[in-house]
């Protein structure tokens, strides 16, 4: 990434190590940046699994509506839920 992508990123080089200085709503448009990324690679990866699979989702591993709700992956998403904006987990 470059200054063009991040224009406000300063490279300033402290004690001999580089270091980005950036305000804090830009790091966090970059962390969401970054997450966004990581979201399309996972759908990505599972659209492949599906391709792979012919197209059927039990095949492919994918988890009915109600298996999911039941699931103990379910259950722990209802006890901590992410809270974005305060960037935290609340219970």
Known sequence: MTGKAWPSV????????????MSADDWEAFIEWVETLEDAQIARAAFAELKAAGGDRKRAGWLEWEELETSRVWQTLEVFLFDARKRRIVK
């Open 10 to 21: 300063q490279l300033v080089t402290v004690k001999g190590k580089r270091l980005a200085v």
